[in-house]
């Protein structure tokens, strides 16, 4: 017997598997953290690629930062610092520095979640304001892109002397990678303008790691292009959630150099399909809600036979993340009348994860390790329970001891590189 731990929330669960499975543990290698964090952001402030010269901007009177909320593992403790010194440098007063929480269609953090993503002496000292995407005051239009996505933005950030992107370059299921723009473009924008590019998921370049072809990434950096961005700050994260490496500068210089080292740091080789495949998003805050560990199930689909069993191991201690998604679902029994409800009533934010999943559970058989009540999984045609050791007993129920196995720890931070 061979133990695994799974990362769950803030913790782990623990899994015992008899020797006589094969079983492969898919995973980057360790990729060392920068020796000193803040030291590298400094750096990459200082010399930043694509070009870009902060001082060009010393008549600056105001500056606007998108910053991604409690769903994405941003180590803003380290990137804002450095980042409000330079700023400030500029002559830009603090209390014309706005802190604009890019929520994109989540709910706004409360002030009182604010601290779990920045550091004390930061909420003091400038102003935050969290992003409502359904908020028509609070926007404004600035055209449309080449894909025809009509485009409406927080004008806060808009309006501002230097608009600034922060967040992380890492593998995204339909948008390749995130980072850049991304943070303004999708993070700051209307629900329809955030519908309107979603809406291009089902494109088969629509894709993970997949940037130049992809319709919706390309999309993105249109938006971010009517949006004026001028600078982003993006960090790489290897698997314990530490800096590698940081890039600063122009938004498409950033990418450009930040995919090539994610690439390195996530790139995992694949030999074969799997029976069965035991998926982690990588615990907190990507398994937050089922509208964040979702993303974990794309990633496992991609080495799952059809006919696999995929155990999604996401604690979701604030369930499903989506109201118009478990409302989507009232009425609906089957992974079939999904799809046909999603076909007639056309593309939404929300409903398209009931799309996502339904897509997957169509040739896969999903379990769900959580803390989800069993009514609401129920409500969202999933089987839950808390009990991970019993959810591979259900999964191995019926099999030989040729079942091939695979974990995915960190799922998210994992592109299968078949070979």
């Not at 980072?179 to 088969?204: C, E, F, W, Y």
């Amino acid at each position: 017997m061979t133990t695994y731990r799974i990362p769950y929330g803030h913790d782990e669960r623990q899994l015992d598997i008899p020797d006589n499975y094969h079983v492969d543990v898919i995973a980057p290698a360790d990729y060392p953290a920068a020796p000193d964090a803040l030291v590298v952001i400094r750096e990459s402030i200082q010399h930043p690629v694509g070009g870009f010269l902060l001082k060009n901007f010393r008549d600056a009177k105001s500056a606007a930062i998108a910053i991604n909320d409690k769903t994405r593992p941003v180590p803003h403790q380290y990137l804002l610092p450095p980042l409000l010194e330079a700023l400030i440098g500029l002559g830009i007063a603090k209390e014309n520095i706005k802190l604009i929480i890019a929520t994109g269609t989540h709910l706004p953090m409360p002030v009182e979640e604010f601290c779990q993503i920045i550091p004390p002496d930061i909420i003091k000292n400038f102003p935050i304001i969290p992003h409502n995407s359904d908020d028509s005051s609070s926007l404004i239009e600035l055209g449309t892109t080449l894909h025809g996505t009509r485009v409406l933005v927080n004008r806060c950030f808009y309006e501002s002397d230097v608009r600034v992107v922060v967040g992380n370059i890492e593998p995204h299921h339909f948008m390749g990678f995130s980072g850049g723009v991304k943070s303004a473009a999708i993070g700051l924008a209307a629900r329809d303008t955030i519908n309107q590019n979603h809406a291009m998921l089902t494109d088969p370049d629509a894709r993970i790691a997949e940037y130049e072809r992809n319709p919706m990434r390309q999309d993105v950096e249109d938006i971010g292009k009517l949006m004026g961005v001028h600078f982003a700050l993006n960090a790489v994260l290897n698997g314990k959630k530490q800096i590698v490496q940081a890039f600063a500068g122009d938004p498409l210089a950033v990418m450009q150099e930040g995919i090539k080292l994610a690439h390195q740091v996530c790139q995992t080789p694949v030999h074969t399909k799997y029976d069965l495949v035991i998926a982690s998003p990588g615990g907190h805050p990507k398994d937050i809600n089922l509208y964040q560990a979702q993303k974990a199930l794309t990633h496992a689909s991609l080495i799952a036979r059809d006919g696999a069993t995929v155990i999604l191991v996401a604690a979701c201690p604030e369930g499903s993340g989506s109201r118009s998604y478990e409302q989507f679902m009232d009425g609906v029994s089957s992974h079939e009348a999904v799809f046909e409800k999603f076909t007639r009533e056309g593309f939404r934010i929300g409903p398209h994860k009931a799309f996502q999943i339904a897509r997957e559970a169509m040739r896969l058989r999903i379990l769900l390790v959580s803390e989800m009540p069993d009514e609401l999984a129920k409500r969202l045609l999933l089987f839950s329970t808390d009990d991970l050791q019993k959810a591979f007993s259900l999964a191995i129920e019926r099999s030989n001891d040729s079942l091939r196995i695979a974990i995915l720890p960190r799922a998210t931070n994992t592109i299968p590189d078949f070979q």
